[in-house]
């Protein structure tokens, strides 16, 4: 049985559209996917609504989010949030205030782009990301292979748009801790994201992930491609030391080559702790 609990949307910044996403989980014979697009609902909305209550697909879907944090000390972090109520009001008015301040984020960012000489332009980004609620660093990406100034999505993370780059610019997102504390009481279940996924930026340390679990987290993603074998042993063994969750997932943005769907997995006696824990919203099968 695959289980995969992390995978994104052409809604945020997947390149795959929600029915393609399930096609192709479909053909890699995946029997669980999580759509935890970045702070927004709408990947997974869109095929929930085209779904009836009677419908026996073999994919079952888990409705879940991204939530883009941010701690006091500007460092970037994401928690995963599964089976939390839709309409929970402060979960809902957070990501929305987030997406809205992405845009004026990504404008400052192409600023300083600009003023180093690069020639790119919000309407660029845009034409790149129309099927998009949340628009990311990624779309940025696209626009720079598009202009020829890079080859690919990770060839301009690497020179541009790291999160230590001089381009780097933060928006709107709350804390960890709030975004914990928002999924406990819709419902949901907490994950802590490529936790230990230093390639990318600045991360915590295991003691300070100890204490998030302490505050109330209720999981961490161990088995991610960004995780050395080092870092999962660690972040495994402080799970069993806590007694919480070890996921694995594939975060599938659709980059073909690097990413696979089900790459990681999720175990499942681990999958049905958290669906008996999430009491936010229904799985459904598509
Ligand atoms: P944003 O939410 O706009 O800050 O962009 C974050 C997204 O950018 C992540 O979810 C990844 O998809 C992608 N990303 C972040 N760091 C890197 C990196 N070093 N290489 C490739 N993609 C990255
Ligand atoms: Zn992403
Ligand atoms: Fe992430
Ligand atoms: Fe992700």
Known sequence: MKIDLHSHTNVSDGINSPAELVRLAKTEEISVLAISDHDTLEGWQ???????????????IVPAAEISCRTTTGMS????????????????????LTRDDRIPRIKKIIGLLNEAGIDISFADVARLSES???VGRPHLADALVARGVVSSRDQAFTEYLHNDSPFYVGHFAPTPEE??????????????????????????????????????????EVDHRDHDDAARNELRELARAFDVYATGSSDYHGVVGVQRLGMELTAPNVWEGILAQGTGCEVFTV
């Open 46 to 60: 869109i095929l929930n609504a085209s779904t009836t209550s009677s419908s026996t697909g073999k994919l079952t």
């Open 77 to 96: 972090v994401h928690i995963l949030g599964y089976l939390f109520d839709p309409f929970d009001v402060q979960l809902t008015q957070t990501m929305s």
């Open 132 to 134: 998009a609620q949340t």
């Open 179 to 220: 975004a914990i504390t928002a999924i406990k009481s819709a419902g949901g279940v907490s994950i802590l994201a490529h936790g230990l996924a230093g390639s990318r930026g600045a991360i915590y340390t295991i003691d300070e992930i100890g204490e998030l679990l302490a505050h109330g987290l209720d999981g961490l």
